[in-house]
């Protein structure tokens, strides 16, 4: 029992090992502890750096200007923003600085590879930040790409969130579970489109953060790959904004 506490207290997610993969639902697949301590403090500093080049800002619901309860940024060669005037779309550029975004970190473009089997990598890397325990993202659809055949990989760092997906309806039937430092998520195929969102974080649950909070890190294929796709050349498509 000493020496079980001992590999705990060094690795406060030893206790999540092991790594199996869990069918939640059809099309959703949850890897609770997929990454351990050492792989979640190498991603964080991974993160750290890029964010540096590209700040944490605050969109605004279109329409109402109203900000996200979460701070963003994204990584790749499109990022999700949202402003008062255009509402949700993909751009080339930080809306703030003008600078491209930063590139995907190699450890998420080796995770995409192994979890979807999709056959073209990820334009977007959407960071999101929980910082406050106010923060929370209501229930939605991630219906802005094109290639939703491709499936949406989700990695979770720090404090523990309490995330819930439902069916293709607002309205329907949700199912909740709680994902932790290290957890990764993937929903395609018959969930692609399902609604989903994070209810609330759990302040102190994890101390991998400085400072505290949650950084989700969200994985998309934006547009679909090969001729007649946006990767294949040509203009971007409609649901990406112009700089």
Excluded at 14 to 19: A, E, G, N, Q, Y
Excluded at 25 to 53: C, E, N, S
Excluded at 96 to 106: H, K, L, M, N, V
Excluded at 207 to 224: K, Q
Aim: net charge positive; proline share 8%; aromatic share 8%.
């Amino acid at each position: 029992m000493t020496q079980e506490r001992d590999r705990q207290k060094a690795d406060p997610d030893s206790h999540r090992v092991p790594r199996r993969r869990i069918e939640v639902g059809p099309g959703i697949f949850y890897w609770p502890g997929r990454l351990d301590r050492a792989a979640q403090q190498t991603l964080l500093g991974a993160i750290t750096a890029r964010v540096a080049r590209a700040p944490f800002f605050r969109p605004r619901m279109k329409g109402t200007g109203t900000p996200f309860s979460v701070e963003i940024t994204n990584f790749g060669s499109l990022g999700w923003v949202s402003d008062q005037a255009r509402g949700y779309r993909y751009e080339q550029r930080h809306p703030e600085t003008g600078q491209p975004w930063p590139d995907i970190p190699r450890a998420l473009l080796d995770l995409w590879d192994e979890s979807t089997g999709y056959r073209a990598p990820p334009e977007c890397c959407l960071v999101n930040l929980y910082r406050s325990s106010r923060a929370r993202m209501g229930l939605h659809r991630d219906a802005d790409e094109a290639a939703t055949d491709a499936s949406v990989l989700s990695v979770s760092l720090g404090d523990d969130a309490l995330f819930r997906i439902g069916g293709l309806g607002r309205r329907g039937a949700t199912r909740s579970f709680v994902l932790g430092s290290g957890d990764v998520l993937v929903f395609g195929g018959p969930a692609r489109l399902c609604y989903h969102g994070i209810d609330r974080i759990v302040p102190g649950s994890s101390d991998l953060v400085a400072g505290g909070g949650r950084i989700n890190l969200t994985l998309r294929r934006v547009s679909v790959p090969g001729p007649g796709g946006w990767a294949g050349g040509g203009a971007p498509p409609h649901w990406v904004g112009g700089q």
